[in-house]
């Protein structure tokens, strides 16, 4: 990915050692190559295209599950900065429908887990995303609504539910979560397994074991009810750990109003100005026509 290593050379704020010549970032001893944060066998056009009916084609609802999409070096230091966390970063939810709890939002995090989100924010990524989902223009959340980090200890859970429609300061409609799982050894019998389920059959139809280093996509819809209902009861008081993002789109201009979305100059050249001015007295479906016919 080279437009990754350009967009990771500059000199950070957050202690990462990078050099220009190796296209490498150090992190506590760990040397992670630019170009293998994600593994590149995920993004030809032949995986996009197998990703995509691969997707399409799942059950209850559309969702995609994959093994090795990231550096499991990376993911080993994203798993260390759970510990490292500031204690006020973190807030708790304890309901009759879910306890667990979650980073706050705009969290500071640690440089592994931050370089984790840069990555799936890029536009690289989220080209690939809109790619695979057959979603155009999608829209990251740098302050992380949802997301950010997730752990859950000894009976915790998260009864069956579908995501939130619409971002609560944004607007933007919700299209998408985008997770990966940290748990290295996990075993099925501890449960607390994520769980797709038919909401017409009332029943769960695939169970997504979080194993370190999957990573599930699942897009919104009126269909994708979820959750891991079953307490968590794994040995030592073992948390299950994941990090999740969200994606979204906004609504598109009215073809009236696309005039809104150029620059404006404060001194206009003349032409322009009349063609402003007569913009505003000509029906919008004749300035198409007129548009079209002289293509300016």
């Given at each position: 990915?080279?437009?990754?290593?350009?967009?990771?050379?500059?000199?950070?704020?957050?202690?990462i050692?990078?050099?220009?010549?190796?296209?490498?970032?150090?992190?506590?001893?760990?040397?992670?190559?630019?170009?293998?944060?994600?593994?590149?066998?995920?993004?030809?056009?032949?995986?996009?295209?197998?990703?995509?009916?691969?997707?399409?084609?799942?059950?209850?609802?559309?969702?995609?599950?994959?093994?090795?999409?990231?550096n499991?070096?990376?993911?080993?230091?994203?798993?260390?900065?759970?510990?490292?966390?500031?204690?006020?970063?973190?807030?708790?939810?304890?309901?009759?429908?879910?306890?667990?709890?979650?980073?706050?939002?705009?969290?500071?995090?640690?440089?592994?887990?931050?370089?984790y989100?840069?990555?799936?924010?890029?536009?690289?990524?989220?080209?690939?995303?809109?790619?695979?989902?057959?979603?155009?223009?999608?829209?990251?959340?740098?302050?992380?609504?949802?997301?950010?980090?997730?752990?859950?200890?000894?009976?915790?859970?998260?009864?069956?539910?579908?995501?939130?429609?619409?971002?609560?300061?944004?607007?933007?409609?919700?299209?998408m979560?985008f997770?990966?799982?940290?748990?290295?050894g996990?075993?099925?019998?501890?449960?607390?397994?994520?769980?797709?389920?038919?909401?017409?059959?009332?029943?769960?139809?695939?169970?997504?074991?979080?194993?370190?280093?999957?990573?599930?996509?699942?897009?919104?819809?009126?269909?994708?009810?979820?959750?891991?209902?079953?307490?968590?009861?794994?040995?030592?008081?073992?948390?299950?750990?994941?990090?999740?993002?969200?994606?979204?789109?906004?609504?598109?201009?009215?073809?009236?109003?696309?005039?809104?979305?150029?620059?404006?100059?404060?001194?206009?050249?003349?032409i322009?100005?009349?063609?402003?001015?007569?913009?505003?007295?000509?029906?919008?479906?004749?300035?198409?026509?007129?548009?079209?016919?002289t293509?300016?």
């Amino acid at each position: 990915m080279p437009a990754l290593a350009s967009a990771l050379r500059d000199p950070s704020p957050l202690g990462i050692v990078r050099t220009r010549r190796a296209d490498c970032i150090t992190l506590r001893g760990t040397t992670l190559l630019l170009d293998e944060l994600v593994d590149p066998a995920f993004f030809t056009p032949e995986a996009r295209q197998r990703l995509r009916a691969q997707l399409a084609g799942a059950a209850p609802f559309p969702h995609l599950v994959v093994d090795g999409l990231f550096n499991p070096d990376l993911l080993t230091l994203v798993l260390e900065e759970f510990d490292t966390h500031e204690d006020g970063g973190w807030y708790d939810v304890q309901s009759s429908y879910e306890r667990t709890r979650r980073s706050v939002l705009g969290a500071t995090l640690g440089p592994a887990t931050q370089l984790y989100f840069d990555l799936v924010n890029a536009g690289w990524f989220t080209t690939w995303l809109s790619d695979v989902t057959g979603t155009p223009y999608l829209i990251p959340d740098p302050l992380r609504h949802g997301g950010g980090l997730h752990e859950s200890r000894t009976g915790g859970s998260f009864a069956v539910h579908r995501d939130f429609d619409r971002h609560p300061k944004t607007g933007l409609k919700n299209e998408m979560v985008f997770i990966t799982y940290l748990n290295r050894g996990w075993q099925p019998e501890w449960g607390s397994a994520l769980e797709l389920w038919d909401a017409k059959d009332g029943q769960c139809v695939t169970t997504v074991q979080p194993e370190f280093g999957r990573t599930l996509l699942m897009p919104h819809g009126p269909r994708s009810f979820h959750g891991h209902p079953t307490p968590l009861q794994a040995p030592d008081d073992r948390p299950r750990r994941s990090v999740a993002t969200y994606f979204y789109t906004g609504t598109p201009m009215p073809e009236q109003d696309l005039d809104r979305s150029i620059s404006i100059f404060i001194q206009p050249r003349r032409i322009d100005a009349a063609k402003a001015m007569l913009r505003q007295w000509v029906p919008p479906i004749l300035w198409r026509l007129a548009k079209k016919v002289t293509g300016r």
